[in-house]
């Protein structure tokens, strides 16, 4: 290693064999005749804290699963993380209880897990061993085929011994509900949060788990997949914001010293590619420009979806006026650094639904895209923008298969709070600006200008009439769900935006936009 923290790294590596030897990871046996060895190499990773700083240099041994083979060395390789939708939900509800939740992480989690199959691995360098001697493996080493989903079932059972019930809506979500209060877990492959009324029930169940698992206490969660959160107990306010990965990702893309604009969308821009617009510079990192914004636009910023959205369609064949727009996301990111979404306490918990549709906004399809917007606590907790599978004849057709994608969102979170022993006994209020649709909807009967839409979106008819929702009409200036469906005048945006809680915080004080 010729870096100079080269020491730091080559101790990090002694600290991971050291690990494997603890946890017998391997056995050093002769290799049998006929079986394929697979290779290793080492991935090193900085961590860092909430404020960027570097807090553990870490290097981890991954098998080159790449050279399994099916039904031989592995069979199943599924597994599930908990959805961005769920963190959002989960601390919407922590703000709205007033929860402590508490942050672990599991050190080396995959080599908890027993493996199956018979696996073999070229030795690692470190280790003297004599010709024909390689690795029989024992646990689920990083980067093979199966080590996820071992993983995850090696402490979904620790989970349920310890009384957790794992909810159907998102399998990484555990609930436990007894006389102490409900307890809840969420959980991101090696990363834990616990939710519960009170720090010694956290730490109840952290000692549990520590019992099983190498578990490093992370203290009050401050710094989760990036995001970066800011408590105002005393307001019952929570804050979720992505400045320093924001921060990060536009020096990485050459744009520290840009001009922040106030819009990352310009209206009635085409962004059709045809050979009259010259192609991108293979050299310049399109995709993983696209790919970073869309973690951003997936997790805290629902105020770049439209833009992000756009320029997804073009990944296959960019050109410089797609790399130019997302530059100019990078700019508005830089000038809104410290927004994000805020939820607050209020004296119930109630889940507000937008549904919107940009009708034949795709130029090239005429297909419309579907909005959603789902509030809960005054804050976002699901928002998407979905192409619409068939072209809409009208705008009420368009807005009315909008709503039938909202309901599914509703009745997902509905279903997620119900698990989480949580009730919503009232109707969601489902805001919708088109009259005709609302029509549409509340028909139960044969409708004339529609008899051609599919079956499946009249569901939402069925729910209207059992009175789990509730379709009201809103102004179009007062539908949230319009800033993710197309662009917006910048006066119009930042009003919407706001409306919606995505704010910006100065610190621990949440402040609207535009006002910092």
């Known amino acids: 290693m010729r870096s100079p923290e080269s020491d730091k790294w080559k101790e990090a590596s002694r600290a991971e064999i050291r690990a494997h030897v603890r946890n017998h990871t391997w056995d050093l046996v002769y290799r049998p005749p006929g079986v394929r060895v697979i290779g290793h190499k080492w991935v090193f990773a900085l961590k860092r804290d909430e404020h960027g700083n570097i807090i553990r240099y870490k290097a981890c041994l991954v098998a080159l699963g790449c050279f399994q083979t099916y039904g031989v060395d592995y069979t199943s390789t599924y597994s599930p993380v908990a959805s961005l939708n769920t963190v959002r939900i989960f601390l919407a509800v922590r703000c709205q209880h007033g929860y402590v939740v508490k942050q672990y992480d599991v050190e080396t989690a995959f080599l908890n897990g027993d493996l199956e199959e018979e696996v073999y691995m070229v030795p690692p360098e470190g280790i003297n061993v004599r010709d024909g001697i390689v690795c029989r493996l024992r646990r689920s080493l990083y980067g ?4 996820a989903a071992v993983w995850h079932k090696t402490i979904r059972s620790v989970f349920i011994a ?7 809506s998102d399998p990484c979500l555990f609930v436990r509900v007894g006389q102490n209060g409900h307890v809840y877990i969420v959980l991101y492959v090696d990363d ?23 578990l490093k206490s992370l203290g009050d969660a401050r710094f989760i997949l990036g995001m970066e959160l800011h408590y105002n107990t005393q307001k019952g306010e929570l804050f979720v914001g992505q400045a320093q990965y924001i ?17 990352p969308n310009v209206i009635g821009q085409d962004l059709r590619a045809s050979d009259e617009h010259p192609k991108l510079d293979a050299k310049k990192p ?18 770049i979806c439209v833009a992000v959205g756009i320029l997804s369609q073009h990944l296959e064949d960019p050109r410089e006026m797609h790399w130019k727009e997302a530059v100019r996301v990078l700019r508005y990111l830089k000038g809104t650094l410290s927004t994000g979404v805020k939820y607050c306490r209020g004296t119930q918990l109630r889940l507000l639904a937008f549904s919107d549709a940009n ?15 789902l509030q809960l606590c005054g804050g976002p907790i699901v928002f998407k923008a979905k192409k619409q599978a068939t072209v809409a004849l009208s705008s009420a057709e368009a807005e009315y298969m909008a709503l039938a994608v909202t309901v599914q969102e509703v009745f997902w979170v509905r279903q997620l709070l119900k698990e989480m022993a949580i009730g919503i006994g009232c109707a969601t209020d489902i805001f919708i600006d088109n009259k005709a649709a609302i029509s549409m909807a509340s028909n139960s009967g044969y409708t004339p200008r529609a008899p051609h839409i599919d079956l499946r979106v009249h569901f939402v008819r069925d729910h209207i009439e059992n009175g789990a929702i509730k379709v009201q009409h809103v102004r179009s200036a007062q539908q ?10 910048t006066p119009q945006f930042v009003l919407l935006v706001t409306a919606s809680g995505v704010v910006r915080c100065n610190g621990h004080e949440v402040q609207v936009e535009g006002e910092c």
């Not at 093979?144 to 080590?147: E, I, N």
């Not at 310890?162 to 159907?168: A, R, V």
């Not at 399809?365 to 909005?371: L, Y």
């Not at 949230?480 to 005048?489: E, F, M, R, S």
Request: a positive charge; charged letters at 20%; one cysteine or more.
């Open 162 to 168: 310890l009384g957790f019930k794992k909810c159907k």
């Open 144 to 147: 093979l085929k199966q080590a």
């Open 480 to 489: 949230l769900a319009d800033y993710i469906t197309k662009p917006l005048p």
């Open 286 to 303: 399109y995709r993983e420009l696209v790919g970073t914004l869309l973690y951003v636009a997936n997790a805290t910023r629902p105020d």
């Open 359 to 373: 009708w034949g906004s795709d130029l090239s399809t005429f297909r419309s895209t579907s909005g959603v917007l």
């Open 192 to 214: 834990l949060l616990i939710g519960c009324g009170a720090e010694e029930e956290a730490s109840s169940i952290a000692e549990a788990l520590g019992a099983r698992f190498q």
């Open 247 to 263: 921060s990060r990702m536009i020096a990485r893309f050459g744009q520290a010293d840009a001009h922040p604009v106030r819009n």
